[in-house]
């Protein structure tokens, strides 16, 4: 089966740009998060979603950045204006609930952005 | 709300021998998932073992195992015969089973493993 797949898997822009990075969950499940990591930081949770919904999205920095889901295989993470104390790697990550249906959250390989 | 502690930062470990790495956690739940992610120098985020509260059998995967005590609230992870793979950072975590906005992980800071030929 195929994991969480992220795309791009790096990106350097510059400051002021626009970045959109792009996020497909394993099918069949419920549950998609967008985390990003840094060395200052470590890892933070920025939102996630249930069934296409936000559910939390407390962690979002600030008005720069912004999540949707669409439908239940396909999500964005968008930051606009960029700068560049957003460098980081962004994970996204999804999962099922429940005893019967697993509680593993799985990670992407991560799309690590420079913003120069 | 729940918090994870990982009280050690770096530790080190010898070809083949065993290493624990230590965990505590939090909570007032009595259902919920604990887990430990090892991420490597490529960033990868990889699960390698879980345990589920209600199970009092400690989790096991090869040459890692759990010794999970409830009442203690600590989660350790023993890796056997370490290998130089084994070398990462590895994060303990906590995941509610209850609905809501508790649905996310709940992260330890790492630990970094250094594994010695």
């Known amino acids: 089966d195929a994991g969480v797949i992220q795309s791009p898997r790096h990106e350097v822009t510059e400051m002021g740009q626009e970045v959109t990075l792009r996020c497909k969950p394993i099918?069949?499940?419920?549950?998609l998060f967008w985390y990003r990591q840094t060395m200052m930081r470590g890892l933070e949770l920025l939102i996630y979603?249930?069934?296409?919904?936000?559910?939390?999205d407390s962690g979002m920095p600030e008005d720069r950045f912004s999540a949707k889901m669409p439908n239940a295989s396909f999500s964005t993470l968008k930051i606009q204006p960029s700068e560049p104390r957003d460098s980081a790697v962004y994970f996204c990550?999804?999962?099922?609930?429940?005893?019967?249906?697993?509680?593993?959250?799985?990670f992407g390989e991560g799309s690590w952005l420079t913003v120069v | 709300a729940q918090t994870v502690t990982q009280s050690q930062p770096e530790m080190s470990v010898q070809e083949a021998e065993t290493v624990t790495l230590s965990c505590t956690y939090d909570?007032?739940?009595?259902?919920?998932?604990l887990f430990w992610y090892k991420q490597p120098p490529s960033r990868q985020m990889i699960l390698v073992i879980r345990?589920?509260?209600?199970?009092?059998q400690n989790a096991t995967e090869n040459r890692f195992s759990v010794n999970f005590q409830k009442a203690a609230k600590s989660f350790s992870l023993k890796i056997s015969d370490s290998q130089l793979g084994d070398a990462a950072m590895y994060f303990c975590?906590?995941?509610?089973?209850?609905?809501?906005?508790?649905?996310?992980?709940?992260f330890g800071k790492g630990t970094k493993l250094s594994v010695k030929p």
């Open positions: 979603f249930n069934n296409n919904v936000p559910i939390d």
């Open positions: 990550a999804s999962s099922q609930r429940g005893h019967l249906r697993g509680n593993t959250i799985y």
């Open positions: 975590a906590y995941r509610s089973n209850y609905g809501g906005s508790q649905g996310n992980l709940i």
């Open positions: 909570t007032s739940e009595s259902d919920y998932y």
């Open positions: 345990q589920e509260a209600y199970k009092q």
């Open positions: 099918s069949g499940h419920d549950y």
